[in-house]
């Protein structure tokens, strides 16, 4: 059985800019609620085949395995991430405007194990944390936004 979650927003940041934050997966602890910290299983560099873990608090600490399938910079970024259930995670992005960016979030979960009890509402949880992500990383960068820069 798959679940299919697929989340949407508009930050009003360009998107060389939104793309170079959102794939930095050393900032994704600041952005994605359950994420603790990543660690690098190959060298750290964002490109196919890249491997890391994600440390979780998804029902107490666990480590997700992840392996980065594709890269196109500035486009597109998809993980296969072994966790509690098996999760593909695509991130898209294209401008949107002005200089705005539309970026979508598209989640393929497959259960396993006692996940399989939780899968009338897992649509829902997923859905949630996605639109909450998604919130605090286009608070982060719009707020950004009106700060001078550090050269």
């Given at each position: ?8 927003t ?17 900032r ?64 898209a ?59």
């Open positions: 059985m798959q679940v299919h979650v697929r989340s949407e508009v930050i009003a940041r360009p998107r060389p800019e939104v793309t170079a934050f959102a794939a930095d997966f050393e994704m602890p600041l952005w994605f609620r359950k994420i603790r910290w990543v660690e690098w299983e190959s060298e750290p560099k964002v490109q196919a085949g890249a491997r890391l873990a994600f440390i979780t608090d998804m029902l107490g600490k666990r480590r997700q395995a992840c392996t980065i399938d594709e890269y196109v910079p500035g486009e597109r970024l998809r993980l296969q991430i072994d966790g509690p259930y098996a999760l593909d995670a695509t991130f992005w294209r401008d949107e405007g002005g200089s705005q960016t539309h970026m979508t979030l598209d989640c393929h979960a497959r259960p396993k194990g006692l996940w399989l009890l939780a899968l009338p509402v897992l649509p829902l949880l997923v859905s949630r944390a996605n639109a909450h992500d998604l919130a605090l990383l286009k608070a982060i960068l719009e707020r950004r936004a009106g700060r001078p820069r550090v050269a």
